[in-house]
């Protein structure tokens, strides 16, 4: 180990910042940060550091550096571009025992400044030992997608336990048991959706029952995207990583099944058109069955649980029987597979609407007003479309819409199986029944289709 990590607590501390450009403005405002008062001393001085050093009531001094500058300050930062000045102010931190950063110059230093992630009051920094800053801040990128940003909120409500759960469990080992099931459990869930009230009183309630551990479960309602693993939320990996069993179907892709956490039971519900392998009721039966369990319950879904999803219907149950559950919206089937066509759904000149449709007609409960689709200015978006594909284009041209209106289908839109077709209202069906396609598709209807050719960008393999 090269260099001993510390976080240093500045507050109110004078600290000497020697120099006055953009290198100096960044350091400034870090120290600002953390709460520093700062003497900045340079014969030209930013603007942005002027103003920092007046919001912190520090001093400015606007000539060159002098060794005096260096009384009182408990830390050193020369940030210019003279070199044999940096080494002055190196030299003079030294001699008095002031830890002293020279930008860019380890050689100079006596401590290094990391790249920071700064979810306060959960700080990471990263260091490369001043050899590599690059690739420190390489990492600091990283891992900034994969901290979420409420961390920060959930350790300051959090700490505001630490006493009382203290006192309750005296030995360290059930405290930590204590504390690790808080910060992966529905509280912890609670205090980063800002519900603190909410996230205060089941700690409490648990805290006040024999127990050691939460028993209560919860369920997350997740949109799985349209099957690129990369368009999941944040939000939607984080909780595929912490959930005890997932319940998902067939239009979640293997690419989003790989991210569930590795021991997580995994339970296929189905949903290929006319196989269900669960009722739908009987799912919704599951899903509080199981959060009763005290498990975390990942109810995974293709695109958006609000989108053609019924994930309205799976939440109703769990609100009946007073289990906490969050819904995390996932990019629906419409806008993913719309990008990596290359058709924008709406465009100033072609559509200033658009409707996604239910092209499942045999149901009972589907009543579509097709005069109102005819209206040539919007484009439309049929979802579970293939079946009914000739029903659906003769009724749009037999209410007025053209038959030589363009449109796509969209197979498998964005996974490496994607294939587009293109033709219009008249020629899609043969177009189809000619090319052995399979669910899911997607199917585009509109002017709009016609920026397909310019704009196309994604090649499926
Ligand atoms: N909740 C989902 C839609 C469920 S309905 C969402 O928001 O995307 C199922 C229909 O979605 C399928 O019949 C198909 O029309 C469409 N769909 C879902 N994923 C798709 C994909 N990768 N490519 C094409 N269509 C898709």
């Known amino acids: 180990m090269d260099y001993f990590p510390v976080f240093l607590d500045l507050k109110k501390r004078r600290c000497l910042l020697v120099g006055g450009g953009d290198v100096a403005t960044r350091k400034g405002r870090m120290l600002a940060k953390a709460g520093a008062i700062l003497r900045v001393v340079a014969p030209e001085i930013s603007s942005e550091l002027r103003e920092l050093v007046a919001q912190q009531h520090g001093e400015l001094f606007a000539r060159e550096y002098t060794r005096e500058d260096m009384d009182d300050c408990v830390l050193a930062v020369a940030a210019t571009d003279i070199e044999h000045l940096n080494k002055i102010v190196s030299d003079d931190a030294k001699q008095k025992n002031i830890p002293v950063n020279v930008v860019d110059t380890p050689a100079l230093c006596t401590y290094i400044t990391p790249a920071v992630i700064d979810r306060s009051p959960l700080m990471i920094a990263i260091s490369s030992g001043g050899e590599t800053p690059v690739l420190a801040r390489l990492v600091r990128t990283q891992m900034e997608t994969v901290i979420p940003a409420s961390y920060g909120k959930l350790a300051q409500v959090a700490s505001q336990w630490r006493d009382r759960i203290k006192a309750r469990f005296n030995d360290g080992d059930s405290r930590r048991k204590f504390w690790e099931k808080i910060l992966q459990g529905p509280a912890a869930e609670l205090m980063m959706n800002g519900q603190e009230d909410a996230a205060n009183q089941l700690i409490s309630d648990e805290l006040a ?218 020629s899609i069906a043969d177009v189809v029944a000619a090319n052995d396609v399979h669910a899911p598709t997607l199917f585009i209807v509109g002017e709009v289709v016609k920026l397909h050719d310019s704009l196309k960008w994604f090649k499926a393999k």
């Open 209 to 426: 029952s024999d127990q050691s551990g939460l028993t209560q479960g919860e369920v997350y309602l997740v949109g799985g995207g349209p099957g690129d693993p990369e368009l999941l939320t944040l939000r939607a990996l984080r909780l595929m990583q912490q959930a005890d069993v997932v319940l998902y179907d067939r239009l979640v892709s293997a690419g989003v099944m790989e991210l569930v956490r590795r021991d997580a039971e995994r339970i296929y519900v189905g949903k290929r058109r006319n196989e269900h392998a669960m009722e739908q009721e009987n799912i919704n039966q599951l899903l509080v069955d199981l959060a009763k369990q005290g498990k975390r319950v990942l109810r995974l879904k293709g695109g958006d649980p609000f989108i053609f999803g019924r994930g309205g219907e799976e939440i109703e149950l769990l609100a009946q029987n007073n289990i906490p559950f969050q819904v995390v919206p996932g990019i629906t089937a419409a806008s993913g597979c719309a990008a990596y066509a290359g058709i924008p759904l709406t465009h100033r000149d072609y559509a200033q609407s658009v409707r996604f449709v239910t092209g499942h007609l045999k149901s009972d409960d589907t009543n579509l007003s097709w005069p109102e689709l005819a209206n040539p200015s919007q484009t439309l978006v049929f979802y579970m479309g293939l079946v009914g594909l000739r029903e659906i284009c003769a009724s749009l041209v037999a209410h007025g819409r053209s038959a030589t209106t363009p449109v796509a289908l969209i197979e498998k839109g964005t996974t490496q199986d994607q294939r587009v077709l293109i033709s219009d209202l008249n």
